[in-house]
């Protein structure tokens, strides 16, 4: 599999998948690019039917994997992603839930053993480029922190990546975004001051736009979510002003003809 351009997105749950990556996912496909999500998680601690939250009665994390699972396989189809692989290991919850004490949470597991079966999948799929997290896991959260942990770890292991990228949400235009939520009454609450990335930060910003309505049906079909999606809720132009581009950070690159800043993963390899 070596010689074709591959991009390899490693995500913790089902639907994280459209938020940071599911633009570059479409225009790559649409390019003839082969698209690789792996997906760390099944989202036990999601929503369960009929809108049940973790902790409640009712909530059967065996259901929420299937519903999630299904959501999952609908989305990728939307975005053109041909290959999904799963390791399957169970959501740990956001940080200080119980579910952060599962021994068989993702959280938990050996960082060498989950970074060892993405290595097999590298070797398999040969990624030029590999997108993740950053080490906070973009807010904290567990299994996002761990999803950049074994992609690092993989990467180191197996020396295939040219490039490896962090997901990023820059910082003064989510002020923005963030002011036109709460207008619109899609959230109620404001970001912290340390949210997103400075945008001297970013090295890369990839315009998405023409994939934009592609984007929200994927998030639509991860519909048992939809409380805690509030982009869901937008108008649709606050939806193109947000979906229309992709941002990151280039955490290392192998090719020295890439420019230090891009609009193209890809920069240099092609």
Not at 7 to 18: F, L, Q, R, S, T
Not at 57 to 76: I, K, M, P, T, Y
């Amino acid at each position: 599999m070596a010689d074709q351009l591959t991009i390899m997105a490693v995500h913790a749950h089902p639907d994280d998948e459209v938020i940071s990556t599911g633009g570059i996912f479409a225009r790559y496909a649409a390019e003839g690019i082969r698209t690789v999500l792996v997906t760390c998680t099944n989202g036990e601690q999601g929503d369960a039917p009929g809108g049940i939250k973790p902790g409640q009665a009712g909530h059967d994390a065996d259901a929420v994997r299937e519903q999630r699972l299904s959501e999952l396989r609908q989305s990728a189809a939307l975005l053109d992603i041909e290959h999904i692989e799963l390791l399957g290991y169970r959501d740990s919850g956001m940080d200080g839930w119980d579910a952060n004490h599962d021994p068989d949470a993702f959280w938990n597991i050996p960082v060498e053993q989950a970074a060892a079966r993405l290595a097999g999948l590298m070797r398999h799929y040969r990624p030029q480029v590999v997108v993740t997290y950053d080490e906070n896991g973009n807010y904290g959260h567990p299994d996002h922190i761990q999803a950049n942990r074994i992609a690092q770890a993989a990467a180191t292991a197996t020396d295939i990546p040219d490039k490896l990228y962090y997901t990023a949400i820059p910082r003064e235009s989510s002020l923005e975004v963030f002011s036109a939520l709460r207008a619109s009454g899609a959230v109620d609450f404001e970001p912290p001051d340390d949210f997103g990335t400075p945008m001297d930060q970013i090295t890369t910003v990839v315009d998405v736009a023409a994939y934009t309505q592609r984007k929200v049906k994927a998030l639509e079909a991860h519909g048992s979510q939809g409380d805690s999606i509030p982009f869901l809720r937008m108008p649709t132009e606050l939806q193109q002003m947000i979906f229309g581009t992709e941002s990151f950070v280039r955490h290392f690159n192998r090719v020295a003809a890439a420019p230090s800043a891009e609009t193209d993963l890809f920069a240099g390899l092609r």
